[in-house]
């Protein structure tokens, strides 16, 4: 049987820019990605020319009668070496092999393309593991000549320069922690070994990286040290500066200091330096020795390759994640964020703001302990006084939001009760009323599908755990009206009010969270006439006119109205998650896609479903480690979901996507009252600090980041497993594969086998250490809730701190062309020492092997008798653990949990791996067997 690879997905180790292609090395293989397509940055041309070999350099024949359209590429890595010819000249651009893959006996460190009086001859020269130098005919398949150092050592690195074998130059990085200088024509000892010229001593680790300008005579390394020096040689085609090798003639011009770890490669441009390094990060440094930028982006522990188009100003870089990210040079000023102090006293009041909040990326409202509402102008930067009321000083609370028709309504509520609504066009034409007894403890807008151009739903909470929904209405420069719509009763508790509403459209419902931080669903379906009239009819403290009653209930009172005090009845909640988020509460939910999803300052985001008038939880997640304030989601141009919150003192923008900060504002942590504010042009950050208002603001357009091949996993994967494989008549088959690794992490991959294309679908990210391996079966639910879903999988994974969890893999992919999809709806998860954690006084106890991890897990097919008896679906799991240990599970997919049903410890040292088994039922069973259908150790047989 002959095997073909589809697609490859490997560590990033060669990058090259040729013309307005992109070469990369991935493993024994080319890929070729065309950089000005009008499509985007797509990849042509995937082929594999060094066999078992690594792709470690890539590059093109500088020699002038090389032809701009079809450029000779030397590809080399480990022990192998081709020559490829790039044709552009056709519709698609096509590699060609110039020749057979040439094997050498060293390693390949650095390669020069050599002149010489045949055009069509090809000679090389080969920098070679230990310290030699090989003159290569490439046509003929053979080495002409090698000649060695009198340094023998084996070599990190290697630099050549010179065109010609005479004038030929190697510096070398060796494992001694010295540069190296030597020529390949230079005087021999009595070994026949070419004598060094010089030796360049300063770093405290070896070299990992060297590169020569020749312009400025300058030489960089990088080293393990985790630094990057300069060094003053001069010519090197002409010898060392100064002529004699002396101690002078060598100055060490600069030392950066700027990775974490260790620096893999260095360049020198004519500006800048550039530097990658095992910490993940590209940085950009000035021959001031200052660092311009720090690019970061790629997962994981390391940024290998390295290509600059210095004439477009593009950096690429390649990482161990099999990403490649495109980035664009800079200056520093147009790349860092403004930070503004605005100044309030500059207003001329002895006020101190107590609440703002952003009504666009052009207009922040204050509101102070006076009661006087301020407006700024971002653009204009002027304050303007709003409005003055004595009665909401000490106390209040704002909130704006601008309404489809362009206008922007304001709503203030204080410590008695009484909300103020208002346009920000004419304050002075205002509505008050009295909404709770007591103080207002929540006030804010909610957006309602469908809903009129001048029309805002506000939400208000009181002491008495009330929530009232009112309908405000807008017409031209004042509010017509204001119109109760429902009144709805939060649960006991102690802080008793709501934190966020979100409608749902098309269900008549509405969810809202609370400070208790559950979720609460409510019906939203209007009242008939008699409710209306039961309310218009409702007991009230002082007799008032009939207008003054309809006042009330169109939410208009007449200047000088007595307050009125109605019996409304309230609704109860049609379905409660109580203490979802935990004691903090509940700091958004929002409705997407046929999904809620709601935030809290447990640091977690929840996705969740409306299932038969309830809520159903589907995935729990978390954004980041050290992210435990999570304020909202956000929605990218791109579609991607965006988390909002504090990590440590830092305002931090998570895609969820890509696993990845967007944004990071150093604003000193939470804050009583902020905003934050995005907009295509522009992103703003505002807060109230030590009594003054500070303006975070930052370009969009200054993100200089392109993703040009999305990065799958930061560590080693230790597990692929096959989902499903569908058959589209437009794209081919595209097989769905699951990957575990190392980083906690399972991908939820679409592989297209025609074109190799690997698009990830989905992370899932709950594990709290390394995923070690995985199992997938048959789900009991093969289209879920989800019309749209043409297929399910059950997905089994396991690994460190004996943790096992279980999820549903729904994929979707109704039409023929539209994109495949995956949505994960967690199940149940298990740990041995889960309940650990819950005992009291635990640190006088001896925990009893911590470090246990699962090291193999397969699904057990138990026969029929088993699953008659379990009278639900139900999967048996077996788990082979580091302990010795072999488990079964039992998971009921209805119930959701996972059962430690039976545990053996027959081994004395860790289980390595499982194999699948049938059941074949016994003639005669075992009295006492705990497992339905289960009979006798015996009658289990491996399959074949």
């Given at each position: 049987?002959?095997?073909?690879?589809?697609?490859?997905?490997?560590?990033?180790?060669?990058?090259?820019?040729?013309?307005?292609?992109?070469?990369?090395?991935?493993?024994?293989?080319?890929?070729?990605?065309?950089?000005?397509?009008?499509?985007?940055?797509?990849?042509?041309?995937?082929?594999?020319?060094?066999?078992?070999?690594?792709?470690?350099?890539?590059?093109?024949?500088?020699?002038?009668?090389?032809?701009?359209?079809?450029?000779?590429?030397?590809?080399?890595?480990?022990?192998?070496?081709?020559?490829?010819?790039?044709?552009?000249?056709?519709?698609?651009?096509?590699?060609?092999?110039?020749?057979?893959?040439?094997?050498?006996?060293?390693?390949?460190?650095?390669?020069?393309?050599?002149?010489?009086?045949?055009?069509?001859?090809?000679?090389?020269?080969?920098?070679?593991?230990?310290?030699?130098?090989?003159?290569?005919?490439?046509?003929?398949?053979?080495?002409?000549?090698?000649?060695?150092?009198?340094?023998?050592?084996?070599?990190?690195?290697?630099?050549?320069?010179?065109?010609?074998?005479?004038?030929?130059?190697?510096?070398?990085?060796?494992?001694?922690?010295?540069?190296?200088?030597?020529?390949?024509?230079?005087?021999?000892?009595?070994?026949?070994?070419?004598?060094?010229?010089?030796?360049?001593?300063?770093?405290?680790?070896?070299?990992?990286?060297?590169?020569?300008?020749?312009?400025?005579?300058?030489?960089?390394?990088?080293?393990?040290?985790?630094?990057?020096?300069?060094?003053?040689?001069?010519?090197?085609?002409?010898?060392?500066?100064?002529?004699?090798?002396?101690?002078?003639?060598?100055?060490?011009?600069?030392?950066?200091?700027?990775?974490?770890?260790?620096?893999?490669?260095?360049?020198?441009?004519?500006?800048?330096?550039?530097?990658?390094?095992?910490?993940?990060?590209?940085?950009?440094?000035?021959?001031?020795?200052?660092?311009?930028?720090?690019?970061?982006?790629?997962?994981?522990?390391?940024?290998?390759?390295?290509?600059?188009?210095?004439?477009?100003?593009?950096?690429?870089?390649?990482?161990?994640?099999?990403?490649?990210?495109?980035?664009?040079?800079?200056?520093?000023?147009?790349?860092?964020?403004?930070?503004?102090?605005?100044?309030?006293?500059?207003?001329?009041?002895?006020?101190?703001?107590?609440?703002?909040?952003?009504?666009?990326?052009?207009?922040?409202?204050?509101?102070?302990?006076?009661?006087?509402?301020?407006?700024?102008?971002?653009?204009?930067?002027?304050?303007?006084?709003?409005?003055?009321?004595?009665?909401?000083?000490?106390?209040?609370?704002?909130?704006?939001?601008?309404?489809?028709?362009?206008?922007?309504?304001?709503?203030?509520?204080?410590?008695?009760?009484?909300?103020?609504?208002?346009?920000?066009?004419?304050?002075?034409?205002?509505?008050?009323?009295?909404?709770?007894?007591?103080?207002?403890?929540?006030?804010?807008?909610?957006?309602?599908?469908?809903?009129?151009?001048?029309?805002?739903?506000?939400?208000?909470?009181?002491?008495?755990?009330?929530?009232?929904?009112?309908?405000?209405?807008?017409?031209?420069?004042?509010?017509?009206?204001?119109?109760?719509?429902?009144?709805?009763?939060?649960?006991?508790?102690?802080?008793?009010?709501?934190?966020?509403?979100?409608?749902?459209?098309?269900?008549?419902?509405?969810?809202?969270?609370?400070?208790?931080?559950?979720?609460?669903?409510?019906?939203?379906?209007?009242?008939?006439?008699?409710?209306?009239?039961?309310?218009?009819?409702?007991?009230?403290?002082?007799?008032?006119?009939?207008?003054?009653?309809?006042?009330?209930?169109?939410?208009?009172?007449?200047?000088?109205?007595?307050?009125?005090?109605?019996?409304?009845?309230?609704?109860?909640?049609?379905?409660?998650?109580?203490?979802?988020?935990?004691?903090?509460?509940?700091?958004?939910?929002?409705?997407?896609?046929?999904?809620?999803?709601?935030?809290?300052?447990?640091?977690?985001?929840?996705?969740?479903?409306?299932?038969?008038?309830?809520?159903k939880l589907l995935r729990s997640q978390r954004a980041c480690k050290g992210m435990d304030w999570v304020e909202r989601l956000l929605l990218s141009p791109e579609g991607n979901l965006l988390v909002l919150g504090f990590h440590s003192t830092n305002l931090v923008l998570w895609n969820v996507k890509t696993s990845e900060r967007v944004l990071c504002v150093p604003c000193g942590g939470g804050h009583r009252s902020w905003s934050y504010s995005s907009s295509p042009a522009n992103e703003l950050f505002t807060y109230i600090k030590s009594g003054d208002i500070f303006v975070c603001q930052r370009n969009s357009h200054d993100s200089s980041q392109t993703v040009i091949k999305e990065c799958v996993h930061g560590r080693e994967l230790t597990c692929v497993r096959l989902v499903e494989r569908l058959d589209a008549s437009t794209d081919g088959p595209i097989s769905i594969l699951a990957t575990s690794s190392e980083d906690t992490t399972v991908n939820v991959l679409a592989?297209?086998?025609?074109?190799?294309?690997?698009?990830?679908?989905?992370?899932?990210?709950?594990?709290?250490?390394?995923?070690?391996?995985?199992?997938?079966?048959?789900?009991?639910?093969?289209?879920?809730?989800?019309?749209?879903?043409?297929?399910?999988?059950?997905?089994?994974?396991?690994?460190?701190?004996?943790?096992?969890?279980?999820?549903?893999?729904?994929?979707?992919?109704?039409?023929?062309?539209?994109?495949?999809?995956?949505?994960?709806?967690?199940?149940?998860?298990?740990?041995?020492?889960?309940?650990?954690?819950?005992?009291?006084?635990?640190?006088?106890?001896?925990?009893?092997?911590?470090?246990?991890?699962?090291?193999?897990?397969?699904?057990?097919?138990?026969?029929?008798?088993?699953?008659?008896?379990?009278?639900?679906?139900?999967?048996?799991?077996?788990?082979?653990?580091?302990?010795?240990?072999?488990?079964?599970?039992?998971?009921?997919?209805?119930?959701?949990?996972?059962?430690?049903?039976?545990?053996?410890?027959?081994?004395?040292?860790?289980?390595?791996?499982?194999?699948?088994?049938?059941?074949?039922?016994?003639?005669?069973?075992?009295?006492?067997?705990?497992?339905?259908?289960?009979?006798?150790?015996?009658?289990?047989?491996?399959?074949?």
């Amino acid at each position: 049987m002959q095997c073909e690879s589809v697609s490859l997905l490997s560590p990033i180790t060669a990058l090259q820019f040729v013309g307005g292609f992109l070469l990369s090395g991935e493993g024994a293989g080319v890929n070729l990605y065309v950089l000005n397509s009008t499509n985007g940055y797509e990849k042509k041309i995937s082929c594999n020319v060094l066999r078992n070999y690594c792709v470690h350099g890539i590059k093109p024949c500088w020699l002038t009668y090389a032809q701009t359209s079809s450029p000779r590429l030397a590809v080399f890595g480990a022990k192998g070496l081709i020559v490829l010819q790039l044709n552009t000249c056709a519709e698609e651009p096509k590699l060609q092999k110039m020749g057979q893959l040439l094997e050498l006996h060293d390693w390949i460190w650095d390669l020069q393309w050599l002149k010489s009086d045949c055009e069509s001859a090809m000679y090389f020269g080969l920098a070679l593991g230990h310290n030699s130098v090989v003159l290569c005919d490439y046509k003929a398949g053979r080495t002409l000549c090698e000649v060695h150092c009198d340094v023998k050592c084996i070599l990190y690195s290697a630099c050549f320069v010179g065109h010609s074998w005479t004038e030929l130059v190697l510096i070398s990085g060796t494992v001694f922690n010295q540069l190296v200088l030597w020529r390949m024509e230079g005087p021999t000892d009595e070994d026949g070994r070419v004598q060094t010229e010089r030796r360049i001593s300063g770093h405290s680790g070896v070299i990992f990286s060297i590169n020569y300008m020749e312009k400025n005579g300058i030489l960089a390394s990088a080293s393990d040290d985790r630094s990057i020096r300069l060094w003053k040689v001069g010519n090197l085609r002409q010898g060392l500066k100064g002529g004699d090798g002396g101690a002078d003639s060598v100055q060490c011009l600069l030392q950066l200091y700027g990775h974490q770890s260790r620096v893999w490669s260095v360049r020198l441009l004519e500006n800048y330096i550039i530097s990658v390094g095992e910490d993940s990060a590209c940085i950009v440094w000035s021959y001031n020795g200052e660092i311009i930028n720090c690019f970061r982006g790629h997962k994981g522990r390391s940024v290998r390759a390295l290509a600059v188009n210095e004439d477009k100003g593009w950096l690429v870089t390649g990482g161990a994640d099999s990403g490649i990210r495109l980035w664009k040079i800079r200056e520093k000023k147009s790349e860092d964020m403004a930070i503004t102090q605005l100044g309030f006293a500059e207003t001329g009041k002895m006020e101190t703001p107590k609440s703002l909040t952003l009504v666009d990326p052009a207009l922040l409202l204050v509101m102070t302990d006076a009661g006087s509402i301020y407006s700024y102008c971002l653009i204009a930067g002027k304050w303007k006084l709003i409005l003055e009321d004595p009665s909401y000083q000490s106390y209040s609370l704002l909130a704006a939001t601008r309404l489809v028709s362009g206008c922007v309504v304001c709503a203030v509520g204080n410590i008695n009760g009484w909300v103020k609504i208002f346009l920000l066009s004419d304050p002075a034409d205002w509505l008050e009323n009295q909404m709770h007894q007591g103080k207002v403890h929540s006030l804010g807008w909610a957006s309602r599908e469908g809903q009129s151009r001048g029309k805002g739903h506000l939400f208000s909470s009181g002491a008495d755990g009330i929530m009232i929904w009112q309908e405000v209405s807008c017409e031209g420069d004042c509010v017509t009206s204001v119109a109760e719509k429902c009144r709805y009763l939060l649960p006991l508790c102690k802080h008793r009010w709501h934190t966020s509403v979100a409608f749902l459209p098309e269900l008549h419902l509405l969810v809202c969270g609370d400070r208790r931080g559950s979720l609460l669903l409510y019906s939203c379906a209007g009242r008939d006439q008699d409710e209306r009239r039961r309310l218009s009819e409702g007991s009230v403290d002082v007799a008032v006119p009939e207008s003054a009653a309809d006042g009330f209930l169109e939410g208009r009172l007449p200047p000088g109205s007595t307050r009125i005090a109605a019996q409304l009845e309230c609704r109860e909640p049609v379905f409660a998650l109580l203490g979802l988020h935990g004691k903090l509460g509940v700091t958004s939910v929002m409705y997407h896609d046929g999904f809620v999803y709601s935030t809290g300052r447990d640091g977690c985001y929840r996705q969740l479903k409306v299932e038969d008038d309830g809520l159903k939880l589907l995935r729990s997640q978390r954004a980041c480690k050290g992210m435990d304030w999570v304020e909202r989601l956000l929605l990218s141009p791109e579609g991607n979901l965006l988390v909002l919150g504090f990590h440590s003192t830092n305002l931090v923008l998570w895609n969820v996507k890509t696993s990845e900060r967007v944004l990071c504002v150093p604003c000193g942590g939470g804050h009583r009252s902020w905003s934050y504010s995005s907009s295509p042009a522009n992103e703003l950050f505002t807060y109230i600090k030590s009594g003054d208002i500070f303006v975070c603001q930052r370009n969009s357009h200054d993100s200089s980041q392109t993703v040009i091949k999305e990065c799958v996993h930061g560590r080693e994967l230790t597990c692929v497993r096959l989902v499903e494989r569908l058959d589209a008549s437009t794209d081919g088959p595209i097989s769905i594969l699951a990957t575990s690794s190392e980083d906690t992490t399972v991908n939820v991959l679409a592989v297209y086998e025609s074109s190799g294309h690997v698009s990830k679908l989905t992370t899932i990210g709950d594990h709290i250490s390394s995923v070690r391996t995985m199992a997938i079966t048959k789900s009991s639910q093969p289209h879920g809730s989800d019309n749209r879903c043409s297929s399910s999988a059950l997905l089994f994974s396991a690994g460190g701190r004996a943790e096992l969890q279980c999820c549903h893999l729904f994929i979707q992919h109704g039409t023929v062309g539209a994109p495949v999809s995956c949505q994960v709806e967690h199940v149940a998860s298990h740990r041995l020492a889960e309940d650990w954690e819950h005992k009291k006084n635990r640190h006088r106890m001896l925990k009893m092997d911590p470090e246990t991890r699962y090291m193999s897990i397969v699904v057990v097919d138990a026969g029929m008798n088993f699953w008659t008896a379990c009278k639900s679906p139900s999967h048996l799991l077996a788990a082979a653990g580091s302990d010795g240990s072999v488990r079964l599970f039992l998971i009921d997919e209805c119930q959701r949990n996972i059962v430690l049903l039976a545990e053996s410890f027959y081994h004395q040292r860790c289980v390595l791996k499982l194999q699948t088994f049938t059941y074949q039922p016994a003639t005669r069973g075992r009295a006492g067997s705990s497992l339905p259908g289960v009979k006798s150790p015996s009658v289990w047989s491996e399959r074949a």
